[in-house]
């Protein structure tokens, strides 16, 4: 369990993009939270069959420690270069993915979250194509 564990967290020195035909191949393999979250869920569930009775509530609280902790644990989080290029002023997604040289879907999904936690604005110009983003006003 505690190798799996270390594989889930520093997966990203074991494999590099081009070690993949396909980048969306890298992303699946690089979803550090989901599978940490999907493992948590397997544990706690075969902890209850076994008859210890572990809550939703803690399950929860673990899980949500856990992310925390796999964000600290970046030296520069995706999400903070992401932030850091829009102190700059607004950008169109495929500037912010290009930029930056992150992938495209994984960028589209960051920034759908920082939108979620109302840390950005996301908008359209009428004739523009694409979606921008800015900081939100504090």
């Given amino acids: 369990m505690e190798r799996t564990l270390v594989l889930y967290f ?4 074991l494999y590099a993009p081009s070690d993949f035909e396909n980048e969306t191949n890298y992303l699946a393999v690089n979803d550090i939270k989901q599978s940490v979250s999907s493992e948590l869920e397997m544990i706690f569930a075969q902890l209850n069959a076994s ?15 856990i992310e925390k902790s ?12 992401i932030l850091e290029y829009l102190e700059k002023g607004e950008a169109l997604t495929t500037n912010i993915s290009n930029d930056l040289g992150i992938h495209p879907s994984y960028t589209r999904g960051l920034l759908r979250k920082l939108n979620e936690e109302g840390v950005v604005n996301r908008y359209e110009k009428k004739d523009i194509q694409g979606v921008f983003w800015s900081l939100k006003s504090t």
Avoid: F, H, L
Avoid at 51 to 65: F, M, P
Avoid at 70 to 81: H, M, N, Y
């Fill in 70 to 81: 796999i964000e600290r644990s970046a030296p520069t989080t995706r999400k903070e270069q």
């Fill in 10 to 13: 520093k997966n990203k020195v």
């Fill in 51 to 65: 008859g210890e009775k572990i809550s939703q509530k803690d399950i929860d609280v673990v899980k949500g420690n």
